[in-house]
């Protein structure tokens, strides 16, 4: 592909903190690619509006962010398969005169896991809090890795529900109702993809007797909109607490080389943004 002058942006609302122009700048910095990235804000009432204007001036592809990854699934002509199941997308290509759809979060995250904290999940008992667009993202990539159960929770429970159905695996994946979580048992990883701490939200009071010997537990949010979630984790006696920052790197990644051929290297952007990290908010 030769993206000399390519227009990239990322869509979400508020976009104003993304990280997203910062990263795909330096990805294309190492790789040699001259690109644009901007950051467009758009409210769901304004998305379809504004992708067809950054379609008509040329755009090639974008990342999406809060509150739009939903959506952006109506608006595309194809999706993969990794999106039809989360239901969300956060990575668009523009394809013969129409939008493919893809979600990489999962896959981010799991490389995040894996690759940067050397951190498998095959086998473990998993608890994800939270079924908005990063959870659609992440449950089926928690599922397909072969957690040996995956529990999900969310304050509206219809949309833990209708999560849990998407992936197609009753014997596997259910759901609990939040304010019964205490009856869950305990748990060697716990994902939080909920919305505590980035908005009005009260901060994290479940109960300790969730966290098992040897829990992950890993906030989809970083900075300091993922502080009261790792602290209640710790107090709690976590083995591990991370936040994701890596997993925003890393899925960023991802849409870099599908777009542009070429992977990244992740480590230096993860390690400079990690150095300014209590002062981002949260967001792509």
């Known amino acids: 592909m030769n ?47 504004r992708l067809a204007a950054f ?7 974008a990342n999406v962010t809060l509150p739009l990854k939903e959506l952006a699934l109506d608006l595309c002509a194809q999706v993969s398969e990794a999106a039809r199941i989360a239901g969300a997308v956060n990575m668009l290509t523009r394809v013969d005169g129409g939008w493919h759809g893809e979600n990489t979060d999962g896959v981010g995250f799991m490389r995040d896991l894996a690759d940067r904290h050397r951190v498998h999940v095959r086998g473990r008992r998993a608890l994800l809090l939270g079924a908005g667009g990063a959870a659609h993202g992440v449950a089926p990539a928690l599922h397909a890795a072969g957690v040996s159960e ?14 849990a159905d998407a992936i197609g695996d009753p014997a596997g994946v259910h759901t609990r109702y939040w304010d019964k979580l205490g ?22 009071a479940l109960p300790y007797s969730l966290v098992g010997a040897r829990c992950l537990c890993y906030d ?65």
């Open 150 to 163: 995956l529990i999900i929770s969310n304050r509206t429970a219809e949309r833990a529900d209708r999560l």
């Open 183 to 204: 009856e869950a048992g305990n748990f060697d990883l716990i994902v939080n993809a909920t919305s505590a701490g980035r908005d009005e939200t009260p901060g994290f």
């Open 3 to 49: 993206d000399a002058a390519a227009l990239f942006a990322v869509f979400g609302h508020p976009i104003a903190h993304s990280q997203s122009p910062w990263i795909h700048g330096e990805f294309a910095h190492q790789s040699g690619i001259v690109l644009e990235y901007e950051a467009i804000d758009a409210t769901p009432a304004q998305f379809a509006e």
């Open 55 to 61: 379609a008509a001036r040329g755009g090639r592809g």
């Open 220 to 284: 989809l949010n970083y900075g300091e909109v993922a502080h009261g979630f790792l602290a209640w984790a710790r107090s709690a006696g976590a083995q591990h607490a991370f936040d994701g920052l890596g997993m925003l790197v890393e899925q960023a990644a991802e849409a870099f080389e599908r777009w542009h051929g070429k992977r990244p290297d992740t480590d230096a952007v993860h390690d400079s943004l990690r150095s300014r990290a209590p002062a981002l908010a949260t967001g792509d």
